[in-house]
């Protein structure tokens, strides 16, 4: 399957620091997206990468995606509270879309 | 803001029962999907759906399950004989293109007992 999987599963850091998320996936793909669910509520879409792009930036969000590897990496920076979430990435490929398993965030104010 | 709306946000049936799902899309969006998030796991694709027919679907999505858009602006889904393992979050999402950028609704926990 072309499930992704996002490491670390959890991650806690303080407010100010940044996260760092990975996000590795089994086939070719034309393109990933990064979303965000906090707890019960729906995912909302925060950036998407396409195949032949390496890296992108949206606002406090930076994301890399290596095609060799098959991973990618969403970075925000100075977190804040309100990050505290979910976060997943999605991947397209083979007319297929597939969520990984996700990364919990915490910001400790 | 345009959003994607999903009724009911709570249903609760009795295993064997039928449920539709609804949702209304974003009105100038083309493609919808419905996913499915069993509790503390992942999100999983169930099916996409354009031009008033399925493109895709997942091998979740047997014969039990259907979806249609019988107006211009509701997308539903329809399980016809729930199961216990049916018990899950259900999530309808929508895109201008395919593939892009989705708009995830609230969401319609399904309770099957």
């Known amino acids: 399957s072309q499930q992704g999987e996002e490491d670390p599963q959890a991650l806690s850091i303080q407010e100010g620091e940044n996260a760092t998320m990975n996000c590795s996936y089994k086939?070719?793909?034309?393109?990933l997206q990064w979303y965000r669910q906090n707890s019960g509520r729906g995912l909302v879409h925060l950036i998407l990468i396409r195949s032949n792009e390496r890296e992108k930036h949206s606002g406090r969000l930076r994301v890399t995606l290596d095609t060799s590897k098959k991973s990618s990496s969403l970075l925000i920076t100075a977190s804040r509270a309100a990050d505290t979430a979910s976060y997943f990435c999605a991947t397209f490929g083979g007319n297929q879309f597939y969520f990984g398993t996700g990364t919990s965030l915490t910001v400790i104010p | 803001e345009p959003e994607v709306t999903q009724t009911p946000s709570h249903q609760v049936t009795q295993m064997g029962q039928e449920v539709i799902l609804r949702c209304v899309p974003i009105s100038n969006h083309l493609y919808f999907y419905w996913y499915r998030q069993i509790l503390g796991q992942k999100v999983e694709f169930l099916v996409s759906?354009?031009?008033?027919?399925?493109?895709?679907k997942s091998e979740i999505f047997d014969d039990q399950f259907s979806v249609e858009r019988p107006d211009g602006s509701n997308f539903t889904l329809k399980i016809r004989s729930t199961k216990l393992e049916d018990s899950a979050m259900y999530f309808c999402a929508s895109s201008s293109q395919s593939y892009n950028e989705q708009f995830f609704g609230p969401g319609t926990r399904l309770t099957v007992l």
């Open positions: 759906f354009y031009n008033n027919e399925i493109s895709e």
């Open positions: 086939t070719s793909i034309n393109n």
